[in-house]
């Protein structure tokens, strides 16, 4: 198995995707298990995945269509379904939401979670036929992903104390993702 040939599958940039994907689903596992700590580092070191996955490939010209669209599945679990698990979990633990306000919070994540994946399928449509140019067109889904992050400190540390706060946050950063907003690449 030559991790340097494009046409392999396991290629060492895919192996690193592959990583990204498996810290997902770890901190996935730690997340409902209350361990957020741990699945916080785990996302990170996810999130570094995905900065080397795309590095390696480029410097070893590995890429390949099937690491492209394996990096958007990569992203969508690790910038997407995660944080968005991360944060449920974490407002239901310290903020203590029941009821009607959990079943508010669950609908705004899922909602957070099908734009994040229709955000990643436009992008990925564009870059099929040359439309990406100097800037991203909507929030990318690591800043996204980010932007949860921050709500899941202001939540932790009982600076946002009320899911319905969060909830309306979450849309907000929902509609940001497919919105017109030119956020300039790195």
């Given at each position: 198995m030559n991790l340097f040939d494009k046409d392999n599958r396991f290629n060492i940039a895919n192996m690193v995707t592959y990583l990204?994907?498996?810290?997902?689903?770890?901190?996935?596992?730690?997340?409902?298990?209350?361990?957020?700590?741990?699945?916080?580092?785990?996302?990170?070191?996810?999130?570094?995945?995905?900065?080397?996955?795309?590095?390696?490939?480029?410097?070893?010209?590995?890429s390949t269509e099937f690491g492209i669209q394996l990096d958007s599945f990569a992203d969508f679990l690790s910038f997407v379904v995660m944080p968005a698990f991360l944060l449920f979990y974490a407002v239901k633990q310290y903020a203590g939401t029941t009821?009607?306000?959990?079943?508010?919070?669950?609908?705004?994540?899922?909602?957070?979670i099908i734009n994040g994946l229709r955000r990643l399928v436009e992008f990925n449509l564009k870059v099929d036929v040359g439309e990406v140019e100097k800037y991203f067109e909507g929030v990318p889904t690591p800043l996204g992903a980010i932007l949860l992050w921050v709500l899941y400190l202001l939540t932790a540390y009982g600076v946002i104390t009320s899911g319905y706060i969060i909830a309306i946050l979450v849309t907000t950063i929902a509609w940001s993702l497919n919105s017109k907003l030119k956020i300039p690449h790195p």
């Open positions: 990204n994907i498996t810290m997902g689903v770890m901190a996935i596992y730690f997340i409902v298990k209350g361990d957020f700590f741990t699945a916080i580092i785990l996302a990170w070191i996810g999130g570094a995945c995905d900065i080397a996955d795309g590095k390696l490939a480029r410097k070893y010209n590995l009821g009607i306000e959990e079943l508010i919070l669950g609908l705004v994540f899922i909602w957070y």
